[in-house]
Nanobody, 117 residues
Framework: QVQLVESGGGLVQAGGSLRLSCVAS????????MGWYRQAPGNQRELVAV???????NYADSVKGRFTISRDNAKNTVYLQMNSLKPEDTAVYYC???????????WGQGTQVTVSS
């Protein structure tokens, strides 16, 4: 099992920045991917950004150039730096991880990000 705990959400004005953090604990030795998804009211959960353990990253088109995902393997932590935030970025942001050889998806409890116009 993997436990994920997010922090860093909040309320920010449009154009502002926030940094989300997610710390993994538990059976982390085979984690090969960590990332962030988000879900706005009435919408499905969608990928924001993921980073593989070899450093390869993938971003949703809607956040490219504004968000940056990074990972500190020594701290078992993944970060999401969000700049130039827009009201449409408002959502609950969930940390996500996968492990090699494990079909389960692991999720954090979510952290609310609200961007006011």
């Amino acid at each position: 099992q993997v436990q994920l705990v997010e922090s860093g959400g909040g309320l920010v004005q449009a154009g502002g920045s926030l940094r989300l953090s997610c710390v993994a604990s538990g059976s982390i030795f085979r984690i090969n991917l960590m990332g962030w998804y988000r879900q706005a009211p009435g919408n499905q959960r969608e990928l924001v950004a993921v980073i593989h353990n070899i450093g390869v990253t993938n971003y949703a088109d809607s956040v490219k150039g504004r968000f940056t995902i990074s990972r500190d393997n020594a701290k078992n932590t993944v970060y999401l730096q969000m700049n130039s935030l827009k009201p449409e970025d408002t959502a609950v942001y969930y940390c996500h991880s996968r492990r090699a050889g494990d079909t389960r998806f692991y999720w954090g409890q979510g952290t609310q990000v609200t961007v006011s116009s």
